[in-house]
């Protein structure tokens, strides 16, 4: 099966700094990654869609220029949360899909909390 | 913009029971729906449904969806402590490849 890693898995951070979060695609390459956020007892939110060699595509609402999307290379993307805030924190989580799976089914890492103070 | 909505939002049963859980979703072009457990962290996957009326089943989990009535159930039968988790239904569209859209999730918990 494709496994999808995250690092780091929690992070604590000061208010005004910025965090930066990394997915990789262990045993298969990804032209596509996802990002989510999911608060306390809720669902997960679509951030965005991050794009090998191209910028990524954010959902409503999601600020761009907060949520630093780069997608380097077909194994790594980053999301780096800038200048972060108490209201930050969560627990995000990135997936990608399989080429063999031809787009039908995506694979979560094992998320990252962030907890900003 | 595509919808789901999964009910009921929480459920407590006791160990054995059987538990129906629903997924309803409103997609243009819809692609799959797919169904994940998550515990503590990210979520599991369980199935994939992308046909109407055929039933996928895995151990004492099944799932089947209806295409008519734009919604899924998956059905936990024995349920068990390890049972309690997060249900998540989600649809995909052929519009964008892979992305997801999620329902609000129904917590279930499972006691003895």
């Known amino acids: 099966g494709a496994v999808v890693s995250q690092h780091p898995s929690r992070v604590i951070c000061k208010s005004g700094t910025s965090v930066k979060i990394e997915c990789r695609s262990l045993?298969?390459?990804?032209?596509?990654m996802f990002w989510y956020r999911q608060f306390p007892k809720k669902s997960l939110m679509l951030m965005a869609t991050?794009?090998?060699?191209?910028?990524?595509?954010?959902e409503q609402g999601v600020e761009k220029d907060k949520f630093l999307i780069n997608h380097a290379s077909l194994t790594l993307s980053t999301l780096t949360v800038t200048s972060a805030h108490p209201e930050d924190s969560s627990f995000y989580i990135c997936?990608?899909?399989?080429?063999?799976?031809?787009?039908?089914?995506?694979?979560f890492g094992p998320g990252t909390r962030l907890t900003v103070t | 913009e595509d919808k789901v909505v999964q009910s009921p939002l929480s459920l407590v049963v006791h160990e054995g029971d059987t538990v129906t859980l629903n997924c309803s979703y409103e997609?243009?072009?819809?692609?799959?729906l797919l169904w994940y457990k998550q515990e503590k962290k990210a979520p599991t996957f369980l199935f994939m449904l992308?046909?109407?009326?055929i039933e996928k089943k895995s151990g004492r989990l099944s799932s089947i969806l209806d295409k008519k009535e734009l919604s899924s159930i998956l059905n936990i039968t024995a349920t068990q402590t390890g049972d309690s988790a997060i249900y998540l239904c989600?649809?995909?569209?052929?519009?964008?490849?892979?992305?997801?859209?999620f329902g609000t999730g129904t917590r279930l918990q499972v006691t003895l």
């Open positions: 992308t046909s109407s009326g």
């Open positions: 045993d298969f390459q990804a032209t596509t």
């Open positions: 989600a649809v995909s569209n052929t519009g964008t490849a892979s992305k997801l859209t």
């Open positions: 991050s794009n090998e060699g191209s910028k990524a595509t954010y």
């Open positions: 997936s990608a899909s399989p080429p063999w799976t031809s787009g039908r089914r995506q694979y």
């Open positions: 997609v243009t072009n819809f692609r799959s």
